[in-house]
């Protein structure tokens, strides 16, 4: 009888089985590699930097915005009727001395009735003359004159409505000339030479040697300020450019939305333009707080955590905590004992490098 014939060697059958038998793991000798890896990976130290905890004094800051107006400011205008305007100081920003002219107007009808009215106290002077001869008293001496007779002879001479007269035909002519109340700079100014000006009001005088500063707080916030405190302020065009100035008024009342109106004074540089918006710093200091910079809290889970790095170990420890106060590169903290925290001067706290760190991680410090 003829033996039947397979088609594959039977030897290579066995080796396939054999091969197929091992699920695809991976040798002894690549297992023991991966583990080696991974524990190498637990063991990278992450650098970091940090400080020593320490009790001490925190800067409290509240912040606010404002806007800046000079400490004086008058809005001018020409008191008469007047004309074309003949003569201009400068434009806007020229600076003026107290009292000194600002502009004139067309002055010659006033120059006429100035001297109508020279003229007309000129004849009444002689008409009282005059009247008091009638009375029987020498002109020469006025001394031995009644007031009640002398009262008589001026109203009788027309003195006193050529006086009024004249007085008035003065501030007339005065009016053409606008003159500066204080020393300071023309502001808003907008009529031109041979222009008549624009309505009542000609322009502006400001002292912008010093601005008044007023910003809104929190009736809450009452308590950290009062006068005399010190404050900074910023302009959005220079934020990171302080001016220093001083609390001079806390409006003593509370308004519908809460808040209460502050006043700082603030002395000009030479960069500040009334009605600058400004950012308003007003600093206190509380003593005897943990002070740690803002990069060293960080938010997980909803809550504020910080490392501190331990010493013995090498190793970062997850710390729960409590913002009580903040300003703007630091906050003041307390231990969260709610959750198991615990949190004392001395501890060195990580302040860098700290973004992707976990309990337990194994860190080192940055050599300075």
């Known amino acids: 009888m003829t033996q039947p014939r397979f088609g594959f060697p039977f030897g290579l059958i066995l080796l396939i089985l054999g091969v197929s038998c091992t699920g695809g793991r991976p040798t002894q000798d690549h297992t023991d590699s991966t583990a080696t890896h991974r524990k190498a990976q637990t063991q990278i130290a992450n650098p970091v930097d940090t400080v ?3 009790r001490g004094e925190f800067r409290s800051q509240l912040i606010s915005n404002g806007k800046l107006r000079a400490q004086q400011k008058s809005d001018l205008r020409f008191g008469g009727s007047g004309g074309s305007v003949t003569w201009l100081a400068g434009g806007n920003g020229t600076a003026v001395a107290a009292g000194a002219a600002i502009a004139r107007i067309d002055d010659r009808e006033a120059r006429i009735r100035m001297e109508q009215a020279r003229q007309a106290m000129q004849k009444a002077e002689i008409d009282l003359q005059d009247a008091l001869l009638g009375f029987g ?3 020469a001496d006025t001394a031995h004159v009644s007031e009640e007779t002398m009262r008589i002879a001026r109203l009788r001479s027309g003195y006193e409505a050529a006086a009024t007269g004249l007085a008035s035909a003065r501030l007339a002519l005065e009016n053409c000339t606008l003159r500066a ?3 300071g700079k023309i502001a808003n100014l907008k009529t031109k030479a041979h222009e008549n000006p624009k309505g009542e009001f000609f322009c502006s005088v400001i002292n912008d040697r010093m601005f008044d500063v007023e910003f809104s707080l929190l009736e809450s916030e009452l308590p950290q300020i ?4 010190a404050v900074t302020v910023a302009t959005f065009v220079e ?7 001083r609390i001079v008024a806390v409006n003593p009342t509370v308004d519908d ?4 109106i502050v006043t700082a004074r603030i002395p000009n540089p030479g960069r500040l333009i009334d009605g ?3 950012k308003v710093y007003v600093e206190s200091a509380v003593p005897d707080k943990l002070v740690v910079p803002k990069s060293a809290v960080l938010v997980r889970d909803e809550r504020e955590v910080l490392f501190r790095y331990d010493r013995a170990t090498g190793r ?3 710390t729960y905590v409590l913002i009580e106060m903040s300003n703007s590169d630091s906050h003041a903290v307390v231990a969260n004992t709610d959750r198991g925290a615990e949190l004392n001067p001395g501890d060195a706290i990580i302040v860098s490098g700290n973004l992707n760190l976990a309990d337990g991680s194994q860190v080192e410090i940055k050599r300075k």
Request: aromatic share 6%.
């Open 137 to 139: 008293h020498d002109i």
């Open 52 to 54: 020593t905890l320490r």
């Open 181 to 183: 109340p204080f020393g």
């Open 316 to 318: 970062a420890q997850w």
């Open 257 to 260: 939305k809460g808040q209460i």
């Open 226 to 229: 009062r006068p005399g405190q």
């Open 239 to 245: 934020p990171n450019r302080r001016h220093a100035g």
């Open 276 to 278: 600058m918006n400004v």
